[in-house]
């Protein structure tokens, strides 16, 4: 699943976001970046089990040259 942002405005002018595809607390960078372009701030969070699922990281591999010793 490819990771996502879903915004919803009630007509009453409150604001929901709820992230999709975002594990562990990689999904709470959002929350300034919606604050900024929506001149508002957050007031409550609730997280989903997306939010407590641990991220798998891949190893880099590296791209150092293997050169004899001379």
Known sequence: MSEKIQIR???????????LGIKGEKCTDVIPLLEQLLNAEAVEAEYTEEFYEVVQVQPQQSMKNDVGSY
Do not use: H
């Open 9 to 19: 405005i009630f007509p009453d002018g409150r604001v929901m976001a709820e992230t």
